[in-house]
């Protein structure tokens, strides 16, 4: 079983960085996918990116490619997403999501693909 708590999201302004983490508490960690998604109010979820299971391959959204870089520690069984230069579009309610490994090469990149979320955490850019 697959449970995954974030944190890290707070309030910062525009141009800062904050670095989010999202730690599952299960066993077979290594085993899946994980990525990062967003939702804004009054929006739909957004991908914002994706490491595979050993994380070598990632992935990213056109909006956050350069600024944003995802990591993960299987060791740790935790992912996390570093926030460089944000932007006050960059405000949303930020999730993690686990999706099960199809092949070491697996990084998805759609919703539907992903299996296990938690619950989200408040990023907040200011102006």
């Known amino acids: 079983q697959v449970q995954l708590v974030e944190s890290g999201g707070g309030l910062v302004q525009a141009g800062g960085s904050l670095r989010l983490s999202c730690a599952d508490s299960?066993?077979?960690?290594?085993?899946?996918?994980m990525g990062w998604f967003r939702q804004a109010p009054g929006k739909g979820r957004e991908f914002v990116a994706s490491v595979n299971r050993n994380g070598g391959i990632t992935y990213y959204a056109g909006s956050v490619k350069g600024r944003f870089t995802i990591s993960r520690d299987n060791a740790k069984n935790t992912v996390y997403l570093l926030m460089n230069s944000l932007e006050p579009e960059d405000s949303a309610a930020y999730y993690c999501a686990a999706a099960r490994g199809i092949s070491s090469a697996y990084v998805p990149k759609n919703e539907g693909e992903y299996t296990y979320w938690g619950q989200g955490t408040q990023v907040t850019v200011s102006s």
């Open positions: 299960g066993r077979t960690f290594s085993n899946y996918a």
